[in-house]
């Protein structure tokens, strides 16, 4: 099956899509919420994501779309992954910033969220299961480690932490450590 990205007119209904839930919150809440960026550039198993990066003045936040999901499940995708998005970032503007720790903050999918997902008349399932044949995904890149016994790859982030020395990796088979070849 081949499947192919949404197209112009898709993503603008996309945008129009997003825009009008923001006026939604904007009526329920009786509040101004900011037009985030739209992006087209998610890779993988997510559908959608919002991103906040930033502390103090510079917060930078945007809803990041995959267009490859949209383009194979076009219509679930913009009813069910638009809201979900969106309650994101409306809920860290009506609520702060959590960072998903208990007890220090909102959590991502706590009642606070689902409480915008139900006055939007959303489904607040957290996740979405779609069959990813066809989808491009992003691909973690690996470094080339050794044993006594075998070659293994570990991600960037494990890669990274043996360099910092803030980590060493056994093999599960002869027990030795890893060392990167």
């Not at 790859?153 to 980590?167: F, M, P």
Request: glycine share 10%.
């Amino acid at each position: 099956m081949n499947v192919h990205p949404i197209n112009d007119q898709q993503r603008q209904q996309v945008i129009e899509a997003t825009y009008l839930y923001l006026d939604k919150a904007e009526q329920l809440y009786g509040r101004k919420f900011e037009q985030v960026p739209v992006l087209f550039n998610l890779r993988g198993r997510a559908a959608g994501m919002y991103v906040v990066s930033g502390r103090g003045l510079s917060i930078h936040r945007k809803i990041r779309y995959n267009p490859w999901l949209f383009g194979k499940y076009f219509e679930d995708n913009l009813r069910d992954t638009v809201p979900h998005e969106v309650a994101h970032y409306v809920t860290e503007q009506l609520y702060g910033r959590g960072n998903g720790r208990s007890g220090s903050g909102v959590l991502p999918h706590g009642q606070e969220w689902r409480s915008v997902m139900a006055a939007f008349g959303a489904d607040d399932s957290v996740t979405c299961q779609f069959d990813l044949s066809g989808i491009p995904r992003r691909r973690q890149k690996t470094v080339d480690y050794r044993c006594h016994c075998r070659e293994h790859q570990l991600g960037v982030r494990r890669h990274n932490k043996v360099e910092r020395g803030l980590a060493s990796y056994l093999c599960r088979h002869c027990g030795e450590r890893l060392v990167k070849q």
